[in-house]
């Protein structure tokens, strides 16, 4: 049986904490920000936990990385 490939595009951009959730980067920062609320730029620092539905979508992506 061949190994399968992990997608590269995934392996960029999304991380894997202890615990087997997916951290990623906020989105919504790249451009337009005169249009986005203050508080919306500060609240969209960082990572954040992507949701479940969301995961199991990226850990077919990545299937060493578990």
Do not use: C
Not at 34 to 62: E, P
């Amino acid at each position: 049986m061949p190994k399968m490939k992990t997608k590269s595009a995934a392996k960029k951009r999304f991380t894997f904490t202890a615990n087997g959730h997916v951290k990623a980067g906020v989105a919504g920062k790249r451009h337009g920000m005169i249009k986005r609320t203050t508080k919306f730029i500060r609240q969209a620092t960082g990572t954040m936990i992507l949701d479940d539905s969301d995961a199991k979508i990226v850990k077919k992506y990545m299937p060493y990385n578990r």
